[in-house]
């Protein structure tokens, strides 16, 4: 069983930054591709960012350019640097780690974008 660990959220004002940090437990991580998803209120979760254990990312259109996703696996960790932070950015950020056949999630960390 893994279990992953959310930090770094909080209330940002527009064009601030944050950066996610998420933590695994267990051995798998470097053997995983890593992922953050978002839920606004409302809204169905969407894919953020994902990185593949080669390091090769993947980012949605609404992020690229401001978003950037990287690992540690020597500390079984995923980031998520975010700049120019946007309202509409404003959501619960999820950790997403997959060993196929396995798929684990966070419990997920609030992001407020809100002057």
């Known amino acids: 069983q893994v279990q992953l660990v959310e930090s770094g959220g909080g209330l940002v004002q527009p064009g601030g930054s944050l950066r996610l940090s998420c933590t695994a437990s267990?051995?798998?991580?470097?053997?995983?591709?890593m992922g953050w998803y978002r839920q606004a209120p409302g809204k169905q979760r969407e894919l953020v960012a994902t990185?593949?254990?080669?390091?090769?990312?993947n980012y949605a259109d609404s992020v690229k350019g401001r978003f950037t996703i990287s690992r540690a696996n020597a500390r079984n960790t995923v980031y998520l640097r975010m700049n120019s932070l946007k309202p509409e950015d404003t959501a619960v950020y999820y950790c997403?780690?997959?060993?196929?056949?396995?798929?684990?999630w966070g419990t997920g960390t609030l992001v407020t974008v809100s002057s």
């Open positions: 267990g051995s798998i991580f470097s053997a995983s591709t």
């Open positions: 997403n780690l997959k060993f196929s056949p396995w798929d684990y």
């Open positions: 990185i593949t254990t080669g390091s090769t990312t």
